[in-house]
């Protein structure tokens, strides 16, 4: 089995997939597309994924982009048990469900960061900060009576939430707001195999260069 994964370490959804990775245990290479520098574009890439975003994965020639796709199918085919993406078709609408919204989020999350790092702009407009405000509270919402995302136990739906919710907190910095989604991303912490290691180095790089631009 070979399973290519092509990256950038301060994508979100790309680290989503990178700790799903790590917690099936699977081994991988990594192959950077560098946004930055529109490596997206380039011809090679186009043809793996002609909407050029990132992540993608080649699993042994079987090629895949969307993270959520991602996630669902790397914990479908190589998960040990159906803890991640349960079998029954109530829990699992549950963890769909909790997906699908994360998409929304991510949408949130890019508007800000086109505007932000992709142009001469250096501050967030207010319909952006109110959205973020109104999905932060959403979250909160989302973790009520339960320990994560989609119910008591850890699933893909947590992986596609918790490498944005330090993002927003930097478009939004909530303080002593949101208990439960402050505990919950402690529990993913300790949860997660190798959260630091994967999480931590990408958001940090992400989060400086936000800062940066919002600081001039």
Not at 146 to 152: E, H, R, S, T, V
């Amino acid at each position: 089995m070979v399973l290519i994964l092509y990256h950038l370490d301060p994508s979100p959804p790309v680290r989503s997939v990178d700790l799903l990775i790590h917690t099936l245990g699977l081994k991988a290479q990594y192959k950077t597309v560098n946004l930055f520098h529109k490596d997206q574009l380039k011809p090679e890439f186009l043809k793996l994924n002609p909407l050029h975003t990132i992540p993608v994965i080649d699993d042994d020639g079987f090629i895949l982009w969307e993270s959520r796709a991602i996630l669902t199918y790397l914990v479908s085919k190589y998960g040990k048990d159906d803890s991640l993406y349960p079998k029954d078709l109530q829990k699992r609408a549950l963890v769909d469900q909790r997906l699908h919204y994360s998409n929304d989020v991510f949408y949130i999350f890019i508007q800000i960061i086109k505007r932000i790092l992709y142009s001469e702009a250096t501050t967030i407009l207010d319909e952006q900060l109110e959205k973020v405000k109104q999905t932060q509270e959403n979250i909160e919402k989302l973790l009520e009576g339960q320990a994560f995302i989609a119910g008591d136990s850890l699933t893909v739906a947590d992986f596609s939430y918790v490498t944005l919710v330090d993002i927003l907190e930097v478009y939004r910095p909530t303080g002593d707001k949101f208990p439960l989604t402050k505990a919950w991303f402690q529990r993913c912490k300790s949860t997660i195999k190798d959260f630091d290691q994967i999480n931590k180095k990408g958001a940090d790089l992400l989060i400086e260069k936000l800062k940066e631009k919002l600081s001039k």
